[in-house]
């Protein structure tokens, strides 16, 4: 057979149709996701604020953010609106439906408009509590440490960002000077990620605590952070908020570190032993 008369027979409309769509249909709107629907607002103006959220739309958070200014308190703005917004794009994250990109930029949109609630307020608002963050020392990869940072803020916690390759003496001068309500450790190799349990050694000797220290990263697994005191393996980055909610409410760590799938409100594989 020519190429000619292959051609004929080759049907170019569907050649073009990604796989997927024919196996699990065509992709549907971001707001009719059965979980965003749960979350999102259904009074206006606030839907209208989180679907802009919910869609990275930048200049359309600002200009509804502003229009709501006129007549709505700003903590309701940020609490029915914004942050609802930011919740959805979290499931949607969860689902492997959004990816890091789309995060970044609803995370970008509802910032903005909390710029502007803060500043018809005349002041930033007030902070649920305070989360130390940091990269091992020795490792200078801090994908994992931006991510949950992000998420973090995003849902209303102020976040000392310590920042990469941070020395374990400096951890501890940032947990007596904060008081934080958790610290957040990720090392994505073998040979840094030895410094959680150093710290956590250090903090005993110091006679200082936290509720919760959460330690993840592409090294680290839960046997080996269950091998030392103040510790919760944390899975993924999106879960640090509920985490942070969770000790901000009088959870424990040794308590999180069973409860930790019911606290994050999904299956976790690593927790699997513990889903009961």
């Not at 359309?60 to 703005?77: C, F, M, N, Q, S």
């Not at 990269?135 to 994908?143: L, M, N, R, T």
């Not at 916690?157 to 008081?179: C, F, M, Q, S, W």
């Amino acid at each position: 057979m020519s190429i000619e008369e292959l051609a004929k027979k080759i049907d170019f409309d569907y050649v073009h149709i990604r796989y997927n769509v024919v196996v699990e249909g065509p992709a549907i709107k971001p707001e009719d996701d059965p979980d965003v629907k749960k979350i999102l607002p259904t009074e206006e103006p606030f839907r209208s604020i989180a679907l802009a959220v919910l869609k990275a739309d930048l200049k359309g958070v600002e200009e509804k953010v502003k229009e709501a200014l006129k007549k709505i308190d700003p903590v309701k703005v940020i609490e029915n609106g914004l942050g609802k917004g930011m919740d959805a794009v979290s499931a949607l994250y969860a689902k492997a439906l959004y990816f890091l990109p789309d995060v970044m930029l609803s995370a970008d949109a509802m910032m903005a408009g909390v710029k502007l609630c803060e500043e018809k307020l005349g002041k930033a608002t007030k902070k649920k509590g305070t989360v130390v963050s940091f990269v091992a020392e020795g490792d200078p990869h801090d994908i994992g440490k931006n991510l949950v940072v992000m998420f973090l803020r995003a849902n209303g916690y102020e976040v000392i960002d310590l920042g990469r390759d941070v020395p374990n003496k400096e951890v501890i001068e940032a947990i007596k000077k904060h008081k934080p309500i958790m610290v957040t450790g990720t090392a994505l190799m073998t040979t840094t990620m030895t410094a959680f349990p150093a710290i956590a050694e250090m903090m005993k000797k110091e006679g200082i605590s936290v509720p919760v220290f959460g330690c993840g990263g592409g090294a680290v697994k839960r046997d080996f952070v269950e091998s030392y005191d103040f510790s919760v393996y944390g899975v993924k980055a999106h879960h640090a908020p509920k985490l942070a909610d969770a000790a901000l409410a009088g959870k424990t760590w040794k308590e999180l570190r069973y409860e930790y799938p019911k606290v994050v409100g999904e299956f976790v594989a690593e927790y699997a032993d513990r889903m009961g």
